[in-house]
C-alpha cells in the first residue's frame, strides 16, 4: 500500500507543479465572472445560465485535467527511461499501475474541491444559499466518472502507440458517451439488424458515464438524489474502474518496455 | 486545350473565391453599418440553427431540465408548453369570455407526472431496460414546470435565441410574456416587444402581444383596441393567403378584441367580433352562446 501511494504522491505533486490546472481555473474563473455581469432585463435573480455554463467549463477542465495526466503517465516514464530505475525498486508493475491510477484520480479529486468551491461561492453571491449536499453529490458523482476516464486511457496509454493518439480517442470516446450513450438504445430500436443488435451491445457494454453528471439537478434545483442511488452508481463506477484497471495490468505485466 | 483548361480553372477559382467572400463582405457590411453584432458575423446564417436550439434551450429550463432529446423530435414537440402558456392557450376567451392566462400557467406549474407513461421507451414513457430506468433516478424525470417567478430562468435563453435570429419572433413574444406575467416588468417586456417590432414591422404576433400587455397590465384600452387592430390588419395582409395560416393566432386577436369590447360595454361590437371568431374558432358552439349571452344583455339594455 505504502508502494501505491508514494507513487500516487508523485503523480499529485506533478499536477501542481504544472500550468494546466491553474491555467484551466483561471479560464473558468474568468470566464463565469465576465458571464456573471450580464443583465438579463434588469432581474439580478437570474441565476441558472451562470451555473450552467460554470458547470460546463469545470466539466470541460476536469476531463482535460484527467485525460491529459492519465496519458502521459507510462508513455512519459518510458520516453525519460525512468520506468527501468522504478521497476528496479522493489515494486510490482500492477502496484505501478495502481499508484499511477491513484495519483491521477486524487490529483482529480482536488482540482474537483477548488472548483466546485468556487462555483458554490459565486452561486452564493447570487442566491444567498450554499446546498452542501447538494455540491457534495454533484463532485462525488463527477468524481467517480472521472476515476472510469483515468482507468479507460491508462488502459489506452498501453494499448496505443503515442499519447497523442491516446488523448484524442479517448476524448472522442468519453464525450460521445456522454452525448449520446443514453439514447444508443432509442437509436437502435430504429435500426434494421444487424445494426440494431451492435447497437444495443455497445449500449449494455459501454460505461454510461451520463449517470454521473448531476448538473442538470444542481442548475434546475431538484432535490437530492436518494443516497442508495448514489452508493449504486459508486459501484457500477468502481466496477467499471476494476475491470479497466485488471485490463491493464494484464497488458502491463506482458509489456516490453524498451 | 491547355489556355481552355486554364480558364476554366480560372472561372472555378473566381466563383470559389466569390462564395468565399461574398457572405464575408456582406456581414462586414452590416457591421459596419451597426445592424450586426460580433456574432452575427461569426457565425453568418448558421446563426439561425443555433437560435432554434437556444429557443428550445428555454422550453427545457421551462420543464425544469426534463426535456426530450434530439433523438426524440416528435415528444420535443408535443412538449413546447412554453409557447403555448405564452400563445395563451389558456385563455378561454371562446368559452366564457374571460381571461384565465394566469391560472393557466398556475395550472401547469402544479401538475406532475403528465399524463400517463407511454411505453416503448423514451422521453415521458416506460423505460425500456434497466440502464434507462436507473438512470430516472439520477436525472430529471418528472414533468414540472417553472412556477411563481422562476420563469426568470428562461429568459437569458430567449433573449440569446431573439439576439442569434431576430426574425423568430415567438423569442419577443414568450420572453415577453413571462416578464409582464410573472415578474411583473411590464417596462422591460414593452421594450423588449418594441426591440421585436423594430426587426419584424408590423408583425401580427408581437402586434398582438402588445395589446394583451396594454389591456391587462397598463389597461389602456384605447391604445390596446388600436394594436389589435393593427394586428388583425397585418394578419390579414400576411397570413390570409397562406396554405394554412395560423388560424390560432387570429382567434386569439379576434376574442382579445371581443373580451376589450366587452368591458367597454361596447357589446354589439363584441358581438361583431365573436360572430368573426365563430368562423375559425374550434369550439363554435361555446362561441355562439358567448353571443346569445351578450345579445341578451344587450336586449335588457346592459350595454350599447
Redesign the interface.
Known amino acids: 500500500m505504502n508502494k501505491i501511494l508514494a507513487v500516487a504522491g508523485v503523480v499529485i505533486r506533478e499536477l501542481y507543479r504544472r500550468k494546466d490546472f491553474y491555467v484551466l481555473f483561471i479560464l473558468t474563473a474568468l470566464m463565469t465572472l465576465l458571464l456573471g455581469g450580464?443583465n438579463?432585463?434588469?432581474?439580478e435573480?437570474?441565476?441558472?445560465?451562470l451555473k450552467e455554463f460554470c458547470l460546463l467549463l469545470i466539466w470541460i477542465s476536469a476531463l482535460v485535467i484527467a485525460v491529459t495526466t492519465a496519458a502521459r503517465q507510462i508513455p512519459a516514464e518510458r520516453e525519460n527511461r525512468t520506468i527501468f530505475p522504478l521497476l528496479a525498486k522493489p515494486i510490482a508493475r500492477w502496484q505501478v499501475l495502481t499508484g499511477k491510477f491513484a495519483g491521477c484520480w486524487l490529483a482529480a479529486g482536488v482540482a474537483l474541491v477548488v472548483f466546485y468551491a468556487f462555483f458554490g461561492t459565486v452561486i452564493a453571491t447570487r442566491e444567498r444559499t450554499f446546498p452542501v449536499a447538494d455540491y457534495f453529490q454533484a463532485g462525488w458523482?463527477h468524481w467517480q466518472m472521472l476515476g472510469i476516464v483515468i482507468a479507460m486511457v491508462l488502459l489506452g496509454s498501453i494499448v496505443l502507440s503515442t499519447p497523442a493518439a491516446n488523448v484524442t480517442i479517448m476524448f472522442i470516446v468519453a464525450l460521445g458517451i456522454l452525448f449520446v450513450g443514453?439514447?444508443l438504445?432509442?437509436?437502435a430500436?430504429r435500426m434494421d439488424e444487424p445494426s440494431s443488435s451492435i447497437v444495443y451491445t455497445l449500449?449494455?457494454v459501454i460505461p454510461?458515464l451520463?449517470?454521473f453528471?448531476?448538473r442538470?439537478?444542481l442548475?434546475?434545483?431538484?432535490p437530492l438524489?436518494?443516497w442508495k442511488?448514489i452508493g449504486?452508481?459508486t459501484l457500477y463506477a468502481w466496477a467499471y474502474i476494476a475491470v479497466f484497471l485488471l485490463g491493464s495490468f494484464a497488458l502491463f505485466r506482458r509489456k516490453a518496455l524498451n | 486545350m491547355r489556355t481552355a483548361l486554364t480558364l476554366i480553372l480560372l472561372l472555378t477559382a473566381c466563383f470559389s473565391l466569390a462564395t468565399y467572400l461574398q457572405p464575408r463582405q456582406a456581414s462586414r457590411e452590416l457591421l459596419e453599418h451597426g445592424q450586426a453584432s460580433a456574432l452575427d458575423v461569426l457565425l453568418g446564417d448558421g446563426r439561425r440553427l443555433f437560435a432554434n436550439e437556444i429557443f428550445a434551450k428555454a422550453d427545457a429550463?421551462f420543464h425544469?431540465?426534463n426535456y426530450p432529446?434530439i433523438?426524440?423530435l416528435n415528444a420535443r414537440r408535443e412538449e413546447n408548453h412554453m409557447t403555448a402558456a405564452a400563445a395563451g392557450e389558456e385563455e378561454h376567451y371562446e368559452g366564457d369570455g374571460h381571461d384565465h392566462g394566469d391560472e393557466g400557467h398556475d395550472e401547469h406549474g402544479e401538475h406532475e407526472e403528465h399524463g400517463e407513461h407511454r411505453k416503448?421507451?423514451?422521453h415521458g414513457s416506460e423505460p425500456?431496460?434497466w440502464?434507462?430506468a436507473?438512470?430516472r433516478?439520477?436525472?430529471?424525470s418528472v414533468h414540472l414546470h417553472l412556477r411563481d417567478g422562476e420563469e426568470?430562468?428562461m429568459?437569458?435563453?430567449l433573449?440569446l435565441s431573439a439576439r442569434l435570429n431576430p426574425r423568430q419572433v415567438e423569442a419577443y413574444a414568450v420572453?415577453a410574456y413571462w416578464?409582464r406575467r410573472s415578474?411583473n416588468?411590464v417596462d422591460?417586456a414593452e421594450q423588449?416587444l418594441r426591440e421585436g417590432l423594430r426587426h419584424n414591422p408590423g408583425d401580427p404576433l408581437l402586434l398582438h402581444e402588445m395589446a394583451r400587455l396594454e389591456f391587462q397590465n397598463r389597461k389602456n384600452y384605447k391604445r390596446a383596441e388600436n394594436l389589435w387592430i393593427a394586428a388583425l390588419k397585418r394578419w390579414r395582409e400576411t397570413e390570409a393567403g397562406k396554405e394554412e395560416p395560423n388560424e390560432f393566432l387570429l382567434s386569439s386577436i379576434l376574442g382579445g378584441l371581443a373580451q376589450l369590447n366587452i368591458e367597454q360595454g361596447e357589446l354589439t361590437r363584441a358581438i361583431d367580433y365573436f360572430r368573426q371568431l365563430k368562423e375559425v374558432s374550434p369550439l363554435p358552439e361555446a362561441v355562439q352562446r358567448r353571443i346569445d349571452e351578450l345579445t341578451e344583455k344587450l336586449k335588457a339594455g346592459e350595454g350599447r
Open positions: 450580464v438579463f432585463f434588469n432581474d435573480q437570474i441565476v441558472g445560465y458523482m443514453r439514447y438504445n432509442t437509436v430500436v449500449y449494455y454510461h451520463e449517470f453528471d448531476l442538470k439537478r442548475v434546475h434545483d431538484w438524489v436518494e442511488y449504486l452508481a | 429550463y425544469r431540465g432529446s433523438f426524440e416503448g421507451g423514451g425500456r431496460d440502464i434507462e436507473f438512470g433516478h439520477l436525472h430529471p426568470r430562468e429568459l437569458p435563453w433573449q420572453a416578464l415578474l416588468k422591460e423588449f
